[in-house]
DNA sequence: CTACGGGTTCGAGCGCGCTCGAACGCAAAC
DNA sequence: GTTTGCGTTCGAGCGCGCTCGAACCCGTAG
């Protein structure tokens, strides 16, 4: 099916970079949460600190349960949000935004065409943002060699000579 | 040579895209410059505002001389070099790195081995980013696929219903 | 008993990169 | 001669996403 595709194709880009696998797993491997999490073992999951956690849950991205001391209890479904979460922020996706497709989601299931619509459009904006790097790692690579190899001098001063 | 080599491969990498073509072109057509620009006109080719501009000159990132009138007159060096600048911005790299480089630029080619370490090390941090937004990339068409298509109902569970 | 480690709430502060407003200057158009 | 438009300087303000400090609570180890 397309989904499978997708993954291998996002496989095959990624090559055999560790952190890149582990990352994979956590799109691929939800299931191996534990049972619920304090929030240090979150923050350590998730490379955040937990004033970041505290901050999004305050931000009103997730709810997050207690103990009966008060201390933060995340259950699974709270863990997967904040999975959710971490990666749309990564890829750029605005507190904003995020609070309003969160709204929608805890909205029910009505609000899925307007959620599809949002992730199509953080879709297009990432395509965009690959594109544009793309490019400047190009430029980049070629103001190295013209710097570094001195191997076409008349092409230096295709960026002057910063 | 292989700065022929990098541009090509950029080129089939960005495909058509006019926008990506008007910026190659920037890259490898840098001989187009008009003899001085206004500071509208620089605003306008590089898409950035008038006030960035002044920002940028007030930060120590390009000096500007001035007409009879006090306005700026941005000759072809200033615009290569605020090129330069705004496709390094673009890519993510700080204004705190960019006045360090062009404080190295401004001292002589003596500095050339450092430029070239940082230019390296943005290079890196390039990939790096990209791997990451590819990342994204993937997992947020896996979410579209698996909401949009309903192809992998037992899927949907991948990352919760958010 | 006390110290320590990890949690809590609250509000303030920060670093970044602009972005804007105020007050002004000059020149060409009406 | 005044209005319009584009420019100038200066310093303040803003939006974003954290990040931090203070004061506190609790359970366990030494």
Redesign the pocket.
């Known amino acids: 099916m397309a989904t499978d595709e997708l993954l291998h194709r996002a496989l095959e880009l990624l090559g055999d970079d560790p952190l890149s696998v582990e990352a994979i797993q956590r799109v691929t491997d939800p299931g191996a949460l534990a049972e619920s999490m304090?929030?240090?073992?979150v923050?350590e999951l998730l490379d955040?600190?937990?004033?970041?956690?505290?901050?999004?849950?305050?931000a009103g991205l997730v709810e997050?349960s207690?103990d009966?001391?008060?201390?933060?209890?995340y259950d699974p479904a709270a863990v997967r949000r904040l999975v959710f979460l971490t990666r749309m922020?990564l890829s750029?996706?605005?507190?904003?935004?995020?609070q309003h497709y969160i709204a929608l989601a805890d909205a029910g299931d009505d609000t899925v065409p307007e959620r599809l619509d949002m992730l199509i459009e953080h879709r297009d904006t990432l395509r965009r943002r690959i594109r544009e790097l793309t490019l400047s790692l190009a430029a980049t690579e070629f103001k190295i060699a013209t710097y570094g190899g001195r191997a076409a001098p008349d092409a230096v001063d295709a960026e002057s000579s910063e």
Chains 1, 2 share one sequence.
């Open positions: 304090t929030i240090a073992e923050a955040v600190s937990a004033h970041t956690l505290r901050y999004y849950e305050r997050v207690r009966a001391l008060g201390h933060r209890v922020r750029g996706m605005p507190m904003r935004d995020l």
